[in-house]
Protein backbone atom coordinates (compact mmCIF):
# COMPACT_ATOMS: atom_id res chain seq x y z
CA UNK A 1 0.00 0.00 0.00
CA UNK A 2 1.59 3.41 0.26
CA UNK A 3 -0.91 5.67 1.29
CA UNK A 4 -3.97 4.63 3.89
CA UNK A 5 -6.91 7.10 4.71
CA UNK A 6 -7.21 8.26 8.10
CA UNK A 7 -10.47 8.82 10.23
CA UNK A 8 -10.41 12.70 9.45
CA UNK A 9 -11.89 11.51 5.82
CA UNK A 10 -15.01 13.62 4.88
CA UNK A 11 -16.43 11.35 2.23
CA UNK A 12 -15.97 13.94 -0.17
CA UNK A 13 -14.74 11.71 -3.29
CA UNK A 14 -12.04 13.92 -4.13
CA UNK A 15 -9.64 11.25 -3.84
CA UNK A 16 -10.82 8.42 -6.11
CA UNK A 17 -11.63 10.25 -8.92
CA UNK A 18 -8.06 10.82 -9.06
CA UNK A 19 -6.02 7.50 -8.51
CA UNK A 20 -4.97 6.44 -11.55
CA UNK A 21 -5.21 3.11 -10.65
CA UNK A 22 -8.73 3.09 -9.01
CA UNK A 23 -7.54 1.77 -5.70
CA UNK A 24 -9.76 3.82 -3.67
CA UNK A 25 -13.15 2.09 -2.49
CA UNK A 26 -16.02 4.38 -1.42
CA UNK A 27 -17.69 3.88 1.99
CA UNK A 28 -20.52 1.91 0.36
CA UNK A 29 -18.51 -0.56 -1.45
CA UNK A 30 -19.04 -3.61 0.03
CA UNK A 31 -14.92 -4.75 -0.10
CA UNK A 32 -14.72 -1.78 1.71
CA UNK A 33 -13.72 -2.47 5.89
CA UNK A 34 -14.63 0.90 6.93
CA UNK A 35 -17.49 1.59 6.35
CA UNK A 36 -17.51 5.56 7.18
CA UNK A 37 -14.51 6.64 5.19
CA UNK A 38 -12.70 5.65 2.08
CA UNK A 39 -10.21 3.28 1.77
CA UNK A 40 -7.08 2.45 0.01
CA UNK A 41 -6.58 -0.96 -1.09
CA UNK A 42 -3.22 -1.65 -0.11
CA UNK A 43 -2.71 -4.61 -3.08
CA UNK A 44 -3.78 -1.79 -5.96
CA UNK A 45 -2.03 1.15 -4.14
CA UNK A 46 0.90 2.70 -6.65
CA UNK A 47 1.78 5.81 -4.63
CA UNK A 48 1.08 7.15 -8.11
CA UNK A 49 5.05 6.19 -9.23
CA UNK A 50 4.84 6.28 -12.98
CA UNK A 51 2.11 8.66 -12.82
CA UNK A 52 2.85 11.61 -10.87
CA UNK A 53 5.52 13.14 -8.69
CA UNK A 54 3.49 12.49 -5.29
CA UNK A 55 0.35 10.78 -4.89
CA UNK A 56 -2.80 12.49 -6.35
CA UNK A 57 -5.13 11.13 -3.98
CA UNK A 58 -3.43 13.20 -1.09
CA UNK A 59 -3.01 16.36 -3.91
CA UNK A 60 -6.74 16.20 -4.16
CA UNK A 61 -7.56 15.78 -0.59
CA UNK A 62 -9.17 19.09 1.22
CA UNK A 63 -8.62 17.57 4.68
CA UNK A 64 -4.83 17.83 6.55
CA UNK A 65 -4.44 14.60 7.94
CA UNK A 66 -6.98 12.63 5.63
CA UNK A 67 -4.52 10.55 3.90
CA UNK A 68 -1.10 9.61 5.32
CA UNK A 69 1.73 7.60 4.33
CA UNK A 70 1.57 3.35 5.58
CA UNK A 71 4.51 0.37 4.50
CA UNK A 72 5.13 -0.46 1.10
CA UNK A 73 3.37 -3.16 -0.42
CA UNK A 74 6.89 -5.10 -0.84
CA UNK A 75 7.36 -9.06 0.59
CA UNK A 76 9.90 -7.74 3.88
CA UNK A 77 6.64 -6.06 5.02
CA UNK A 78 3.87 -9.20 3.91
CA UNK A 79 3.90 -10.23 8.05
CA UNK A 80 2.47 -6.35 8.50
CA UNK A 81 -0.03 -6.47 6.03
CA UNK A 82 -1.20 -9.79 6.26
CA UNK A 83 -1.55 -9.09 10.63
CA UNK A 84 -3.78 -5.75 9.22
CA UNK A 85 -5.44 -8.45 6.88
CA UNK A 86 -6.33 -10.98 10.18
CA UNK A 87 -7.24 -7.88 12.17
CA UNK A 88 -9.62 -5.97 9.57
CA UNK A 89 -7.78 -3.09 9.42
CA UNK A 90 -7.04 -3.99 5.43
CA UNK A 91 -9.20 -6.08 2.81
CA UNK A 92 -7.14 -7.76 0.54
CA UNK A 93 -8.40 -8.86 -2.60
CA UNK A 94 -8.53 -13.18 -2.70
CA UNK A 95 -7.66 -13.89 -6.42
CA UNK A 96 -9.16 -17.25 -7.67
CA UNK A 97 -6.46 -19.15 -8.26
CA UNK A 98 -3.57 -17.20 -6.60
CA UNK A 99 -5.01 -16.94 -3.09
CA UNK A 100 -4.55 -13.86 -0.78
CA UNK A 101 -2.67 -11.15 -2.91
CA UNK A 102 -0.11 -10.83 -0.68
CA UNK A 103 2.99 -8.86 -1.91
CA UNK A 104 4.78 -12.02 -1.57
CA UNK A 105 2.49 -12.60 -5.05
CA UNK A 106 2.67 -8.91 -6.44
CA UNK A 107 4.56 -6.19 -4.82
CA UNK A 108 3.82 -2.71 -6.08
CA UNK A 109 5.84 0.22 -6.62
CA UNK A 110 6.38 2.56 -3.90
CA UNK A 111 8.23 6.08 -3.62
CA UNK A 112 11.98 5.08 -2.05
CA UNK A 113 12.18 9.08 -0.93
CA UNK A 114 9.75 8.42 1.78
CA UNK A 115 12.00 7.02 4.43
CA UNK A 116 10.74 4.03 7.14
CA UNK A 117 9.67 5.98 10.07
CA UNK A 118 7.46 8.62 8.01
CA UNK A 119 5.77 5.60 6.51
CA UNK A 120 5.80 3.73 10.32
CA UNK A 121 4.16 6.64 12.40
CA UNK A 122 1.92 7.43 9.03
CA UNK A 123 2.54 10.92 8.70
CA UNK A 124 0.50 13.04 6.42
CA UNK A 125 1.44 12.88 2.77
CA UNK A 126 2.29 16.05 1.20
CA UNK A 127 2.88 16.83 -2.12
CA UNK A 128 6.48 17.49 -3.44
Given at each position: MAVMITDECIVCDACAT????????????EKNPQDYKYYVKPEACV??????????????????????????????????FLDGQESGKYSIRVHNKKGLMLPSIKEQ????????????SHENVTTF
Open positions: ECPVAAILDEKNECVGHSDSPRCAEACPTEGAIVWDMPYITEYESYPYNELIVMNQRQ
